[in-house]
């Protein structure tokens, strides 16, 4: 399975925008990008997914890099409400559809 | 409300009782899901349901019994636990019953906080 590879953790000021790094260098061309975050004591949210086209909707945007062998999410403007764990996780059609989730990026949002 | 609902949310069990967790989404989708978290640790994937058949059981052990009897219910039958299952387990549903149409997302459950003791 292609893997992804997020930082650790990231911190962010109240009200400015946050970019979300993942690196999947070795994506594969049936492969879609997809952004869950987890708050605590909650399951996963989805987020936002991608192919090759950036992607927009009310919580994210997602730019996806030409070569597909990274993307960003992006937070135009943090809330506190925003502070979780963000995942970036590849899914393909040849994995029967497994979401397979690895450590992601601890976002921590600053007043 | 994310149209997963998990119940129930917290349950204490001792390492002789026999439990299930319960799951149920009212989204039309066709496939569901069982996770692990275990504290500090990614979700681990357990078991995967498409069209209400088991697809996938990624070497768990013996003493969850997962159980899909349609495609809005879900259930993960305990017995004899161990204190390291302590956990919270998620569910999720996705649309796509077949596995290969990654376009689609998953939607979560809050999940079930078991402690075993």
């Known amino acids: 399975d292609a893997k992804t590879t997020q930082p650790n953790s990231m911190e962010s000021n109240e009200e400015e925008p946050v970019h979300l790094p993942c690196n999947h260098s070795?994506?594969?061309?049936?492969?879609?990008i997809h952004w869950y975050r987890q708050l605590p004591s909650q399951g996963p949210e989805y987020v936002i997914h991608g192919l090759t086209s950036n992607v927009n909707n009310r919580m994210a945007s997602l730019a996806i890099a030409e070569d597909r062998k990274s993307s960003t999410l992006i937070l135009h403007r943090a809330t506190l409400r925003d502070a979780a764990v963000y995942y970036c996780?590849?899914?393909?059609?040849?994995?029967?559809?497994?979401?397979?989730f690895g450590q992601g990026t601890t976002l921590q949002v600053k007043p | 409300e994310t149209g997963v609902t998990q119940t129930p949310r917290h349950l204490v069990m001792g390492m002789t009782n026999k439990k299930s967790l319960k799951c149920e989404q009212h989204?039309?989708?066709?496939?569901m899901y069982w996770y692990k978290q275990s504290a500090k640790k990614p979700l681990e994937l357990m078991f995967v349901y498409s069209l209400e058949e088991r697809v996938e059981n990624n070497s768990v052990p013996s003493r969850f019994s997962p159980e899909c009897p349609n495609s809005s219910h879900l259930f993960l039958h305990l017995h004899t636990l161990q204190p390291e299952d302590s956990a919270l387990y998620l569910c999720?549903?996705?649309?796509?019953?077949?596995?290969?149409?990654?376009?689609?997302?998953?939607?979560f459950g809050s999940g079930t906080r078991l402690t075993v003791v």
């Open positions: 996780i590849l899914l393909g059609s040849g994995n029967t559809g497994k979401l397979i």
């Open positions: 999720a549903s996705s649309q796509d019953p077949t596995g290969h149409a990654p376009a689609y997302g998953y939607t």
């Open positions: 989204l039309g989708h066709n496939a």
């Open positions: 070795t994506i594969s061309g049936t492969d879609y």
